[in-house]
């Protein structure tokens, strides 16, 4: 499973930390990134990370955002500088997480249960 934590209020142009980390029994970590969800508006991608670190993120997000993993703790974080009202949105942790079962191996898309970010004066 995907815990987030990290969210909550704060002013135009602050900053926050989202961090989300995967628990179970994992064989290793694809892909993992941030999407978001904004009232009356469809899950869209914030930000990505691979397993060798190439990152992407979305136009809106270039420049204020930062992503990053520790592949030791099974996490990824989101680093939200310059904060604006339109980054106001539920946030959700992804990730594409492979498991071993004897010599059967699968690959599953797991979600994180969303963390409030609100960006308010």
């Known amino acids: 499973q995907l815990v987030e934590s990290g969210g909550g209020l704060v002013q135009p142009g602050g900053s926050l930390r989202l961090s989300c980390a995967a628990s179970g029994s994992i064989f290793s970590i694809g892909a993992m990134g941030w999407y978001r969800q904004a009232p009356g508006k469809q899950r869209g991608l914030v930000a990505s990370i691979t397993s060798d670190d190439n990152t992407n993120y979305a136009d809106s997000v270039k420049g204020r955002f930062t992503i990053s993993r520790d592949n030791a703790k099974n996490a990824v974080y989101l680093q939200m500088d310059s904060l604006k009202l339109e980054d106001t949105a539920v946030y959700y942790c992804?990730?594409?997480?492979?498991?071993?079962?004897?010599?059967?191996?699968?690959?599953?898309?797991?979600w994180g249960q969303g963390t409030q970010v609100t960006v308010s004066s």
């Open positions: 992804n990730a594409k997480i492979t498991h071993v079962i004897g010599t059967y191996s699968y690959t599953a898309n797991y």
